[in-house]
């Protein structure tokens, strides 16, 4: 499995885009209520614990002291969820995007009442983003000694043997 690429996620989220604002330019006034706040606190606990889990996996990886090792199966379901929070993040920054761009050109009571909410939530997004990547960072092996750094007798040996 490789990194995350940058392009996917642009992709997404403009498509996310596209069909967001589509949607809110043709169903925006038929459905009119606040735009909820618990998304925006939702994807934003999100960040916060990816970024907790980014830091807390990273020094336990690198076996920093007073850290346990950490278990690899563990390290290969963080991955799966940083690589599905990217995604996922994307899509919503696409969405929130679209759906902020569109509040600041309507003039209406109800889309200017609505726009911290969705500013809120598009920043909210990019920080989900931003952590997913970073936890995928920190799920990362460190990289081996070289054969040179090496002392010679330590060459017919494994990594953990004696």
Do not use: H
């Amino acid at each position: 499995m490789g990194p995350t690429r940058i392009s996917t996620l642009v992709v997404a989220a403009l498509a996310a885009a596209a069909l967001a604002w589509l949607l809110i330019s043709t169903f925006y006034y038929d459905v009119t209520p606040n735009l909820p706040w618990l998304p925006v606190v939702t994807l934003a606990g999100l960040a916060v614990l990816e970024a907790y889990a980014a830091v807390n996996t990273r020094a336990r990886i690198e076996r920093r002291p007073g850290r346990d090792p950490v278990n690899p199966l563990l390290v290969a379901r963080f991955v799966v969820l940083a690589k599905a929070s990217a995604l996922a993040g994307a899509i919503f920054v696409g969405g929130y995007a679209a759906l902020t761009g569109w509040l600041f050109v309507e003039d209406t009571n109800a889309a200017i009442g609505d726009r911290p909410s969705a500013g809120a939530g598009l920043l909210a997004s990019l920080a989900l983003v931003a952590a997913a990547l970073w936890l995928e960072r920190a799920c990362r092996v460190p990289e081996q000694e070289d054969d040179e750094d090496r002392l010679p007798g330590d060459r017919d040996r494994r990594p953990g043997q004696r």
